[in-house]
């Protein structure tokens, strides 16, 4: 099973956006994922990264800050290892 | 540069429509026509460019940066806080990712007020509706309100006023990826896509209140007006923007309506500056690293240097 997190900030509509994008596909595509919303701060510094939302499949950044790419391009990057 | 649009102006209202030339309504009508075809390309193509540059300078690039070059920090922030784009979202990462990597806390701060503040929308917008003088003006002043805010927050001692945690938290090697030709492309693409997408009601609304005092309301009322702008209008106008939580845009069509009724420009930008670099929910982000007592140190002196920056823009021009 995979592990998804995503990484986010208080107050970022893009974030929520992110983290439906994600869901939405995992559950209509049939992903067997645990699908996760961070709020911390230090899982950001973790990444070295400063800006939300991140994606992280599997402890793997797989994308970082906006604009959050189409619904294709994330699954890919779900399935990609 | 916009013959083209001035014709098809023409064309609409005074054949297609079949008005008079030099009546009220057809006057409003071409003028709101004509604005619109002419700002919407202009946003495009400023929105467009300034993003692709921004797209060289991501906040982990600029923190890079700052953190090589110490010495220069405080006017390097607020120079790369108008290249780097910027979310209220960001500032609590931003501001821990800037102290720890040793950027001097005046610059942070400077940044903090820059990056929001001067951005691709502000600078777009005041171009295409006020002219290039206004939008440089924005820019400067816009530069020095920040550096000067940073420079006399650091002097004011606020260590004891940030939370603990912002001075032990470790950042990681960042695992960023570069962008490729066209990734920029596509990046400053997408930002006027959403931007637009976001802004382009306020701007018609904004152009509507241009077009209705361009056709309705006599010149001396306005030049009446503007005279007795009172003395204490610009605090006035930093007051109320404080508060205020709106981007460039949201605003624009108020900064369009009291520039046109003779309120003076630097009263108006003042109160642009103030509702952009200062606002409730950010600093409902900011308690989460700073005392509220430094919050209302940073929103005191950044305002204040609002308004001095008001009455000067009013003085100059």
């Known amino acids: ?81 | 540069m916009f013959e083209v649009y001035e014709n098809l102006a023409d064309y609409i209202v005074y054949t297609t429509f079949g008005l008079q030339k030099g009546e009220r309504l057809s006057e409003t009508i071409h003028f709101i026509i004509y604005d619109t075809l002419k700002i919407f390309t202009l946003l495009i193509v400023i929105i467009f460019f300034i993003s692709f540059i921004r797209s060289y300078f991501p906040l982990e690039k600029t923190r890079k940066i700052l953190s090589k070059h110490k010495s220069i920090a405080l006017p390097l922030a607020a120079f790369l806080g108008v290249l780097t784009p910027f979310c209220s979202c960001s500032a609590v990462p931003m501001f821990i990712g800037f102290v720890e990597a040793g950027i001097p806390l005046s610059a942070a701060f400077t940044f903090l007020v820059a990056s929001p503040m001067v951005n691709e929308i502000a600078l777009g917008l005041l171009f295409s509706l006020f002219g290039f003088k206004v939008a440089i003006l924005y820019l400067v002043f816009g530069i020095i309100v920040a550096t000067v805010s940073g420079y006399i927050i650091d002097k004011l001692n606020p260590r004891n006023l940030i939370e603990d945690y912002v001075f032990e938290l470790k950042f990681g090697e960042s695992q960023i990826q570069e962008l490729s030709f066209k990734e920029r492309l596509e990046f400053a693409y997408h930002n006027v896509k959403n931007i637009l997408k976001k802004i382009w009601l306020y701007i018609i609304v904004a152009i509507g209140i241009g077009g209705f005092i361009h056709g309705y309301v006599p010149q001396d009322i306005v030049e009446n007006i503007s005279k007795n702008a009172g003395v204490f209008s610009v605090p006035l106008a930093v007051l109320i923007g404080i508060p205020l939580y709106s981007n460039a845009a949201g605003i624009l069509p108020v900064i369009q309506a009291l520039i046109l009724k003779g309120v003076p420009i630097g009263t108006a930008l003042a109160f642009m500056m103030a509702t952009t670099a200062l606002s409730f929910p950010e600093f409902m982000i900011l308690k989460q690293i700073m005392k509220p007592k430094l919050i209302a140190i940073f929103a005191s002196i950044v305002g204040i240097s609002i308004i001095i920056v008001g009455y000067l823009l009013n003085f100059i021009l």
């Open chain 1, 1 to 81: 099973m995979k592990e998804i997190k995503i990484i986010s900030s208080s107050n970022c509509g893009n974030c929520e956006l992110l983290y439906n994008v994600v869901s939405t596909i995992v559950k209509s595509k049939g992903i067997d994922a645990k699908v996760e919303k961070v709020i911390d701060v230090r899982e950001l510094a973790k990444y070295g990264v400063m800006r939300t939302p991140l994606l992280v499949v599997n402890g793997k950044l797989k994308h970082v800050g906006t604009p959050i790419p189409d619904p294709q391009t994330i699954e890919e990057l779900i399935n990609q290892d």
